[in-house]
Every structure is written in C-alpha cells, then in structure tokens.
C-alpha cells in the first residue's frame, strides 16, 4: 500500500523560507504531488515531480529524491496569505487514484 | 470555464438519517473522484469514476454508502443511515484522461456534513 508522512505543523515568519518534507512508501511511484488548502476551501494543486531534482514555480518550488522516497516543499518570501495546510500525494499501485497524506499546517506570523 | 461544484456545502443530520452529496464536475471531465477528510487526518480516498463506470471503490468505507454517477456526468454520494463517524468534509475532484498520472486534481470546496 501507500503511505505518506509528513510534519503536522510548521510555524514561520513573513518574509522568511520554509521547508516542508515528505517521505513515502508506495509499491508503484508515479511521482509525486503537492496540494494547499486554505481553511474552508479547495485543496489545490501546486506541483508535480516525477523525476528527481528541484522545480521551481514562482515562490514555490518541490524537489524530489526517488532513491530516498522523499520530497519536500520550499515556499520562500513567506506570506500571510500562505498560511494554508499543505499536503503531499502519491498515486496509488494502479495510478488512478491520489493518496495523500496527513497535511502540514503552515502558520505564518507578522 | 466552471470548477468542481459541490452541494450541500453545509448538511447537519441526525444520525440514522439520510444524506446525499451532489458533485459536478468540471465538464469533458471523465475521472471523478470522492474524497473525505475527518478533522486533521489525510485527505482519504473513497472512489474514482471513469465516466460512468466505478474504477475503483476500494475507499469506500462500507455498505452504507453508495456513489452514482448518471450517464457519465454529475455524481452522488449517499450516505444511509449515517453515523456520528461519518462526520467530515467530503470532497469531488476531477481530471482529464490520464491527468490523474501528472498529480493534478481540480476539486471541488467540499461538502461539510455533521452528524449528530
């Protein structure tokens, strides 16, 4: 089966850099994903690695290890608007679903 | 282009009651999703839809619920009867094609069902 662990809680400043990691266990790996959530609202998507290395996307960017079964999310110029629980996803053996972890809620402070 | 819409946002029943969740999803959309989140656990998987057709139910936590998805389009997700632990936030995703293999989901804000 899949599963996913990540930090429950990450605490930070504006303006500052933040790392969220993500280690998995999964029999068949596509790549693997990141969602935020805002309280009330949709998760959605904010990339996808499927090969090792970093990509960036503005702010964000996600990295990815295969050979460590791990990942982890960097936002950078931290804002409040960033505040938002962060999940990280892997697809499940057959690839036709995403099977996501806990969340990490990120709490960003002036 | 609309999003992923659900209703109820909001359902507050009594256990043993009824509840049916309505998703539309984002149109062309042929994989559809359901999801639950109970307050600070995973985003847990219920089931995909391929069309019309349930790819795979695995999630689904018992008999007591049942996903339709009519003529490959609009999908609803009941719950009978419910109880206190089906309590949470049920989410519908889509994707198109094999999109479900790049990680992307659109989804929807959610139904927030409370039993009590």
Redesign the interface.
């Known amino acids: 089966g899949q599963s996913?662990e990540q930090p429950s809680e990450v605490t930070a400043v504006e303006g500052a850099i933040v790392q969220i990691n993500c280690t998995y266990q999964t029999s068949g790996f596509?790549?693997?994903?990141w969602?935020q959530q805002h309280d009330?609202?949709?998760?959605?998507?904010l990339s996808?690695n499927?090969l090792d290395g970093l990509e960036e996307t503005g702010r964000f960017s996600s990295f990815l290890s295969r050979s460590d079964s791990y990942g982890y999310l960097l936002l950078q110029e931290l804002q409040m608007k960033d505040s938002a629980s962060y999940?990280c996803?892997v697809?499940?053996q057959?690839?036709?679903?995403?099977?996501?972890?806990?969340?990490t809620t990120l709490s960003v402070s002036s | 282009e609309a999003g992923v819409t659900q209703f109820p946002s909001h359902s507050v029943i009594e256990k043993g009651q009824t509840v049916t969740l309505r998703c539309d999803p984002i149109s062309g959309h042929d994989n559809l999703y359901w999801y639950r989140r109970v307050m600070g656990k995973e985003i847990k998987f219920l089931l995909h839809f391929v069309k019309e057709s349930k790819q795979d139910e695995s999630g689904m936590p018992n008999n007591r619920f049942l996903a339709e998805r009519t003529g490959g389009t609009y999908s609803t997700l009941k719950v009978q009867p419910a109880e206190l632990e089906d309590s949470g936030v049920y989410f519908c995703a889509s994707s198109q094609g094999h999109r479900q293999n790049t990680g992307e989901l659109f989804f929807g804000e959610g139904s927030r069902l409370t039993v009590l």
């Open positions: 996913l596509y790549g693997l994903s969602y009330g609202g949709a998760p959605t998507f996808y499927a999940f996803a697809a499940n057959a690839g036709t679903a995403l099977i996501f972890g806990k969340g």
